[in-house]
């Protein structure tokens, strides 16, 4: 009886250890995924107080999807109006040379903007795996405009 239980519990034991040493390991990234972009105020265009407001938004590189990036960005207007609301997204490959893999895109946001409701829009892009940066900014005279190496975001591609 008691060898027939020390037996069971040696069973148990032995497949509980093969289990956990024996099973191959999760995969694990080597970066983050979403990388979120400095928060930056505008004026708006033409220096138009009506159309300022704040954009924010993040940098998606998936593991699942090496080479491409996604940029999705949130305008909060500060007031009610009629509202040219283009985003510029400006990148650099670091793992390319003679400037492949870098470029400027564009996301236009809906014209009309109601106060304090974001609006928002993405784009995706094919980028060389590796190191990359990015600075985003609204059509306007902005905080990215005053310094913008401090709203230049790094992150890896995979």
Not at 36 to 41: G, K, S, T
Not at 136 to 144: D, F, K, Q
Request: charged share 10%; proline share 8%.
């Amino acid at each position: 009886m008691i060898k027939r239980a020390v037996a069971r519990l040696a069973v148990v034991a032995g497949a509980a250890i093969a289990s956990t040493v024996c099973v191959p390991a999760l995969a694990h990234a080597h970066h983050a995924e979403l990388t979120p972009l400095p928060v930056a105020y505008s004026l708006g265009e033409n220096f138009s107080v009506p159309c300022s407001g704040q954009l924010t938004g993040t940098v998606h590189t998936p593991h699942d999807r090496p080479g491409q990036v996604t940029v999705s960005v949130s305008w909060l207007p500060f007031f009610t109006g009629q509202c040219h609301n283009a985003i510029f997204v400006n990148y650099w490959s670091a793992a390319e040379e003679n400037g492949q893999g870098s470029g400027n895109r564009l996301i236009l946001l809906p014209f009309t903007s109601r106060a304090f409701e974001p609006l928002t829009g993405d784009i995706t892009f094919p980028m060389p795996s590796g190191g990359g940066s990015m600075t985003v900014a609204p059509n306007a005279v902005s905080t990215t405009y005053l310094d913008p190496l401090a709203n230049t975001v790094r992150f890896a591609v995979a």
